[in-house]
């Protein structure tokens, strides 16, 4: 690889987009990649998500289609050739088919080598492109994007496998994780708390849409306080913007459970507000039904806070098949029980999670550079990587 142009996602308070970039360029720069970043122009300077759920609907189309105008100039003055690579954080790129309508009438020495890293897409079944009826015309948008570049990268293996019965052709790779900086994060508090002097909070930091199940918190909530015995908690519920759902249901319950003091709304936060909230807390607790790895697993394991995932999809694979710290899905006992330990001592296993993770961007160097080809999944016994602990 000669050059790497780095097609990066606009940052937003309420998500990780805001220090993505960041953690990339920071492994670029020590491994002494020549890169450009190919930049792009937000909509509005106000870093919210408006329209949608995941990334603002306008803001995402807007800043996607200004880089790839951005790239295009590049690509018109001959910067870019065959040795070089373009990196896109996201499979879905507004303007993407540019690049197969130029590269087909240009000289072969001219055309890079495009990876797409994949976040979700129809493949997910849970994914809010089904929520909003997008499934339709995206299935046929990935089918596209499939057939020109080369390499799709997957987060995990159960990621893998709904690629494959999508019937996606082009090469995949498993990166088995997330972009993380664990020093970058770790350096947005004084110091890590010791788990002894921490408030007995358990901190809930995912959307609060269905796909993330909040019911299943709330549930869980109601039957922790139901029980006789059991230690004083603060259950929260952290966000980046004001507290909303795609489901109005969600919302009536919540304004129920807070008007009980059985749950606790911290809103609005800045990243540095909600770290120092993680890093005051006990347990990070999640039952999504796809975060396919999730970076509040990694934040939360780098400030010294427990975490309690679902046993499902792509969580075991990101716990090493920790049965400790997965509980069995939909089963609010045993959630209960592996609560109650974990809000009492810390894990023996903390920061491996995050230790991981924090070389998620190096795999995918190693890819980009062609040196990744143990995790190329395009044999028919892919399934067999599903078992392997990855650390």
Request: net charge negative; with cysteine.
């Amino acid at each position: 690889m000669r050059k790497l142009y780095y097609m990066g996602l606009e940052p937003y308070k309420a998500r990780y987009t805001l220090q993505l970039q960041d953690w990339n360029t920071a492994v670029f720069d020590a491994r002494g990649i020549d890169y450009v970043v190919v930049p792009g122009e937000t909509l509005s300077n106000d870093q919210a998500i408006v329209t949608g759920q995941v990334l603002d609907a306008h803001g995402r189309t807007y800043f996607g289609m200004s880089q790839l105008m951005n790239l295009i100039r590049m690509m018109k003055a001959g910067e870019l050739t065959h040795e070089d690579v373009i990196y896109f954080e996201d499979m879905f790129q507004p303007g993407i088919e540019s690049l197969p309508y130029i590269m087909d009438q240009i000289d072969p020495g001219l055309r890079p080598r495009i990876f797409v890293r994949c976040l979700a897409q129809s493949i997910d079944p849970d994914d809010f492109v089904h929520v909003w009826g997008m499934a339709g015309w995206m299935g046929h948008y990935e089918k596209m994007v499939d057939s020109f570049v080369s390499g799709v990268l997957a987060t995990n293996e159960e990621m893998v496998m709904h690629m494959k019965i999508a019937g996606w052709k082009a090469p995949i790779y498993n990166i088995s994780g997330l972009a993380f900086g664990k020093t970058e994060v770790q350096s947005r508090v004084a110091s890590i708390k010791p788990f002894n002097e921490r408030k007995h909070r358990v901190v809930f930091s995912a959307r609060w849409d269905q796909e993330k199940q909040p019911d299943f918190y709330m549930d869980l909530i109601e039957a922790w306080h139901s029980q006789p015995g059991l230690e004083e908690v603060e259950f929260c519920v952290c966000s980046g913007g004001k507290l909303k759902s795609n489901s109005d249901s969600y919302m009536q319950r919540t304004r129920d459970l807070v008007s009980r003091g059985l749950l606790t709304i911290y809103e609005d936060l800045e990243k540095n507000e909600y770290y120092n909230i993680v890093n005051d807390s006990r347990v990070v607790f999640n039952c999504a039904l796809q975060d396919w790895v999730s970076n509040t697993v990694s934040e939360a394991d780098a400030l010294g806070c427990n975490v309690l995932y679902p046993a499902y999809r792509s969580f075991p694979e990101t716990f090493a098949n920790d049965h400790s710290r997965l509980y069995v899905p939909w089963s609010i006992g045993d959630a209960m029980d592996k609560l109650e330990a974990l809000l009492d001592r810390p894990h023996p296993a903390m920061g491996a999670i995050s230790d991981y993770n924090n070389g998620t961007i190096n795999r995918i160097i190693d890819i980009l550079q062609g040196d990744g080809e143990d995790l190329l999944r395009m044999s028919t016994d892919y399934r067999k990587h599903t078992r392997e602990y990855k650390y």
